[in-house]
């Protein structure tokens, strides 16, 4: 179960990196019409876009370096998968917070910032189940 939720998991972060980068490369443009107005021209958003996209391949390359592992029932594996869960809760539970707090103070992106926040707030208690599932598969020695 967890090879599986870990696999979904590196699928979605490749293809937000993937379409991330799109974005930044070839619609920069549309992207700078619908933010409100900025203190950045186009091509430091354009490549701020790709930074963060940059960062989200590198997150599904580590979910997917830690799947072969895990798929051979490798204790190393199952810890590293642990702490990548375990952090990734965390710094999700951390953008919901800072989205909600945002929603609150800017009325005109509430919308998409309560949007954010929960589904920042649904990818951390997906990885909180994922670490909590490793900890009881390594307890019973059958990690999968």
């Known amino acids: ?60 390359a580590a ?3 830690v799947l072969p592992g895990l798929r051979r029932g490798g204790h190393r594996a199952a810890s590293v998968a642990l702490l990548l869960s375990g952090f990734l809760s965390v710094l999700l539970l951390a953008l919901a917070a800072a989205a909600a707090t945002s929603a609150a103070t800017t009325p005109a992106s509430a919308p998409a910032l309560v949007a954010a926040a929960v589904a920042a707030l649904a990818g951390a208690i997906g990885y909180a189940l994922v670490g909590r599932l490793l900890v009881a598969e390594l307890r019973a020695g059958s990690v999968d």
Do not use: E, K
């Open 1 to 60: 179960m967890v090879s599986s939720l870990l696999v979904a998991a590196t699928a979605a972060w490749i293809a937000a990196g993937v379409i991330g980068i799109a974005v930044g490369t070839i619609g920069a443009t549309t992207l700078q019409r619908l933010l409100p107005p900025l203190a950045i021209d186009i091509d430091a958003l354009r490549g701020a876009v790709i930074a963060v996209s940059i960062g989200l391949l590198l997150i599904g």
């Open 63 to 65: 979910h997917a370096a």
